[in-house]
T-cell receptor, first 112, second 119 residues
Framework: RKEVEQDPGPFNVPEGATVAFNCTYS??????FFWYRQDCRKEPKLLMS???SGNEDGRFTAQLNRASQYISLLIRDSKLSDSATYLC?????????????FGDGTTLTVKP | GAVVSQHPSRVICKSGTSVKIECRSL??????MFWYRQFPKQSLMLMAT?????????EQGVEKDKFLINHASLTLSTLTVTSAHPEDSSFYIC???????????????FGPGTRLTVT
């Protein structure tokens, strides 16, 4: 079983749609959680950190459920520019802080 | 935010040769950098943790004699792929941890990646 598992996708949605991505992690020592965006043949870029209290940044909302070891990302009012691969990323703390474990990513294509 | 650069961005080499990839932190000091590899349609896999002034820590299954890492200064880590083979063709990405002045927390910043093709 992979340490970080994501929806396999791909997701093809029309502009304006709401889309949700799910992610689960298996390492209970995980302490930091992130969603990254990766465009084709580019490096990952941080989209947002994920906190237990949930956090929102414009059209993007991220949620963390530590008990279920589950992370989600909700994108509202999808734009064409949201088309990318979304990576769920989990870090440990302490000595292993900074060592990121990546999910395989979920590809989103927003169509006109 | 913090900037991490990589050089070269793209390299093509012949099988059996060695290739060096540089990773630099441009506006901050990084005692630790990380090297990842990404094959097509797969996610990033951590190869090793590069520690300034000491030996790198390799992940299970990564050959330390094949992927030589040198972190000689606080702003530079190098990855040398020795005796490259076509199966080493991949996208190599480095990262470093730096404080985000806006949030006050530490974030991981990725270099733009190096696309290696071994023929």
């Amino acid at each position: 079983r992979k340490e970080v598992e994501q929806d396999p996708g791909p997701f093809n949605v029309p502009e304006g749609a709401t889309v949700a991505f799910n992610c689960t992690y298996s390492n209970s020592a995980s302490q930091s959680f992130f969603w990254y965006r990766q465009d084709c043949r580019k490096e990952p870029k941080l989209l947002m950190s994920v906190y237990s209290s949930g956090n929102e940044d414009g059209r993007f909302t991220a949620q963390l459920n530590r008990a279920s070891q589950y992370i989600s990302l909700l994108i509202r009012d999808s734009k064409l520019s949201d088309s990318a691969t979304y990576l769920c990323v989990v870090n440990e703390e302490g000595r292993n802080a900074g060592k990121s474990t990546f999910g395989d990513g979920t590809t989103l294509t927003v169509k006109p | 935010g913090a900037v991490v650069s990589q050089h070269p961005s793209r390299v093509i080499c012949k099988s059996g040769t060695s290739v060096k990839i540089e990773c630099r932190s441009l506006d901050f000091q990084a005692t630790t950098m990380f090297w990842y590899r990404q094959f097509p349609k797969q996610s990033l896999m951590l190869m090793a943790t590069s520690n300034e002034g000491s030996k790198a820590t390799y992940e299970q299954g990564v050959e330390k004699d094949k992927f030589l890492i040198n972190h000689a200064s606080l702003t530079l880590s190098t990855l040398t792929v020795t005796s490259a083979h076509p199966e080493d063709s991949s996208f190599y990405i480095c990262s470093a941890i730096a404080p985000n002045p806006r949030s006050g927390s530490y974030e991981q910043y990725f270099g733009p990646g190096t696309r290696l093709t071994v023929t």
